[in-house]
C-alpha cells in the first residue's frame, strides 16, 4: 500500500531541492542561508513565464553534461557558479544580457565570500557566452561552452522542441523576420570549422549537431 506522504510528493519540488542542494554546496557552510536567499533568486529569474528554453531545466542539463567532464575542469566552482548566473539577465530583446548577467553574478556571489580569482574567472565565462569563443589559454571555458551548446547535437525530436522553445521566446519578432534573423545565428555555427571544442564533444556531437542545424534552416525555408 502506498503511503500518502509518498503520493503527496511533487516532482517539480524535488529537482528543485536538488539543484539547492548543488547550488548551496558551492559556498561555506557559515553562508548557507545567504546561499539559499540567493538560489531563491535564480529560480525565480529563470521561471518567468517567457523563458521556454532558457529556465532551470536548461541549468540541469548544463550540469549533467558537466558532471560527465567534472575530471577535465580546473575549477569546477567557477564553471559550475557560471553555469547558474549565464542567463540570469535574459531578456531577448536586449543586446547586453550577458554583461548585464556577469554584473549580476559579480555583485551576489562576492557578498557570498567567493575569492576573487574564482569571479573573474565566472565573469570572463559568463561573457563569453555572447559570441561562443573560448578564452585563450582556459579549457574550462572549452567544456563550458560545449555545454551550453549540447543541445544542438541532441536527437532530432528533441532538438526540434529546443528550436520550437527558442521561437515561443521570440513570439514579439515576426515570421519573416525571425526566420531570416534565426537562419543568420545557425548558419554562423555551420560556418565555423568546428561547432564544438572539445575533441570528446566533437566527435559525440559534432556531426549531429549540423544535421539538425541544417534541418532547422531548410524548415525555416
Not at 554546496?25 to 536567499?37: D, L, M, P, S
Amino acid at each position: 500500500m502506498t503511503h500518502s506522504s509518498e503520493v503527496s510528493i511533487n516532482p517539480e519540488n524535488k529537482r528543485i531541492e536538488a539543484l539547492q542542494e548543488n547550488f548551496c554546496g558551492i559556498f561555506n557552510e557559515n553562508k548557507r542561508t545567504e546561499a539559499e536567499e540567493l538560489f531563491e533568486t535564480v529560480v525565480r529569474e529563470h521561471q518567468a513565464d517567457s523563458r521556454k528554453y532558457h529556465n532551470l531545466e536548461h541549468i540541469e542539463k548544463m550540469l549533467d553534461f558537466l558532471k560527465t567532464h567534472e575530471q577535465e575542469i580546473k575549477d569546477v566552482v567557477g564553471v559550475k557558479l557560471a553555469t547558474y548566473f549565464h542567463d540570469i539577465v535574459y531578456d531577448p530583446k536586449a543586446k547586453d544580457n550577458e554583461e548585464k548577467s556577469a554584473e549580476y553574478a559579480q555583485d551576489y556571489v562576492t557578498r557570498l565570500g567567493i575569492p576573487k580569482d574564482i569571479i573573474s574567472h565566472v565573469l570572463a565565462l559568463i561573457r563569453a557566452t555572447e559570441k561562443h569563443k573560448i578564452i585563450n589559454d582556459d579549457s574550462d571555458s572549452a567544456i563550458f561552452l560545449d555545454g551550453d551548446l549540447a543541445i544542438l547535437g541532441s536527437s532530432e525530436e528533441e532538438y526540434g522542441e529546443y528550436a520550437k522553445k527558442i521561437r515561443e521566446e521570440y513570439l514579439w519578432v515576426p515570421d519573416e523576420q525571425y526566420r531570416i534573423g534565426r537562419k543568420k545565428v545557425l548558419q554562423g555555427f555551420l560556418d565555423r570549422p568546428k561547432i564544438y571544442f572539445t575533441q570528446r564533444v566533437i566527435e559525440e556531437l559534432e556531426q549531429q549537431a549540423r544535421r539538425n542545424i541544417k534541418k532547422e534552416i531548410t524548415d525555416l525555408s
